[in-house]
Each structure stands twice: as C-alpha cells, then as structure tokens.
T-cell receptor, first 115, second 109 residues
Framework: DAMVIQNPRYQVTQFGKPVTLSCSQTLNHNVMYWYQQKSSQAPKLLFHYYDKDFNNEADTPDNFQSRRPNTSFCFLDIRSPGLGDAAMYLC??????????????FGPGTRLTVT | GQNIDQPTEMTATEGAIVQINCTYQTSGFNGLFWYQQHAGEAPTFLSYNVLDGLEEKGRFSSFLSRSKGYSYLLLKELQMKDSASYLCACMDSNYQLIWGAGTKLIIKP
C-alpha cells in the first residue's frame, strides 16, 4: 500500500543532544511537510518542500533544520533539543495543486521526549 | 489575521447525532478540510469542501458556507470509536493549511 512512513515512532533524546527524525513516502507526492503538534493543540507547520524548493515558516526556530535528498525522503534535524521541543512530529505529503488534489496524507508521527 | 475557531470539547451519546462547528478567517480561501485524530495518532482525512453546500459521505457529512466563513461536520449514528479530536483546517491563498486546535468529542454509552 502507498503510504507515509515515519521512523522512529518514539524517540527519547537528552537535552541538547542532536536528533534526526525521518520520513519516507511511496505516494510519489511532490510536496512534503513537517508539523509539530503539542497536546490538545493544532499542528504547527515547521517547513514544507515543493519538490526541491524549501519553504521555512517565519516562526520556525533556527534549531530546526530539514533535508530532502530525493522525492521519497525527508528529514527533520533538531540541533539542540530543549524541553519545549517535546512533541509529536508529523510528516505529511500532498500532490499540491498539480492535480488539484490538496489532501494531506499523514504519517503515524514520531513522539519526541527530551530528558 | 488568520483564525480558525471550533469548540474545545463536546459530549454525545452513542447512536445519536452531533454537529461540530468551525468558523474561519483566512487570507484567501482554497477550501476547508476536516480531519479525525485519535489520541496519540496522526490525523486522517475526512472531507474537503470548496463549494457551498453539504457533502455526504456515509455517516459523516460536511457543510460549507463561504459567505459566512462557516463549516460544520455532522456525525450520525455515533459509535464509541468516533471518540476522537476533529480538526478543522482551511487552505489559504498560498495553499497552506491553517489549522484549528481541534474539538475533542467524547462518546458516552
């Protein structure tokens, strides 16, 4: 089945220790998104890629970086995690306006704990 | 500014009908989505409305009024598995989703 996969599902890291979260998709979608979601809050868009074109939200901290080496994979790097970065990180894909399909397909998420 | 408003929490009885409202103000409008999110899981797509009116899909229906900046999600014949958060999200002029904080729906037997 075509899908969005995130690894790991649960990640524990220490305060200040860099961590990388990964996302892969078999949908061949051109747009990939990274969201941060804290409990009982709306998902907050961190970045998105339209093909190789990187788009950073204005309020995304510099501590967060992203890479998209190819269509299928996207990574979220947190350079120096703080306690406030503990959250669920959601990866999503869409075909964007290319075929007027705007639905975003989400991976299962990675729950990050910072100790 | 851009804003999505929906109730924080609602309670309903198994077998009943519930309507979850959403009002929005966005810069440009390219449609409105409803997503379901169970605790600790990712959101899953329920519906997309870009034209005024009611879209029915099984037990779930979604309504949009663009002139009023208003939408609702209607859930019929409620089942215990419908206990979840329901997220309203609008697509703005840049085709980005502006998300509401979600409505937590509690179903009681």
């Amino acid at each position: 089945d075509a899908m969005v996969i995130q690894n790991p599902r649960y990640q524990v890291t220490q305060f200040g220790k860099p961590v990388t979260l990964s996302c892969s998709q078999t949908l061949n979608h051109n747009v990939m998104y990274w969201y941060q979601q804290k409990s009982s809050q709306a998902p907050k868009l961190l970045f998105h890629y339209y093909d190789k074109d990187f788009n950073n939200e204005a309020d995304t901290p510099d501590n967060f970086q992203s890479r998209r080496p190819n269509t299928s994979f996207c990574f979220l790097d947190i350079r120096s995690p703080g306690l406030g970065d503990a959250a669920m990180y959601l990866c999503a894909t869409s075909n964007g306006p290319r075929d007027r399909s705007y639905e975003q397909y989400f991976g299962p998420g990675t729950r990050l704990t910072v100790t | 500014g851009q804003n999505i408003d929906q109730p924080t929490e609602m309670t309903a009885t198994e077998g009943a009908i519930v309507q979850i409202n959403c009002t929005y103000q966005t810069s440009g409008f390219n449609g409105l989505f409803w997503y379901q999110q169970h605790a600790g899981e990712a959101p899953t797509f329920l519906s997309y409305n870009v034209l005024d009116g009611l879209e029915e899909k099984g037990r779930f229906s979604s309504f949009l009024s663009r002139s009023k900046g208003y939408s609702y999600l209607l859930l019929k014949e409620l089942q215990m598995k419908d206990s979840a958060s329901y997220l309203c999200a609008c697509m703005d002029s840049n085709y980005q989703l502006i998300w509401g904080a979600g409505t937590k729906l509690i179903i009681k037997p």
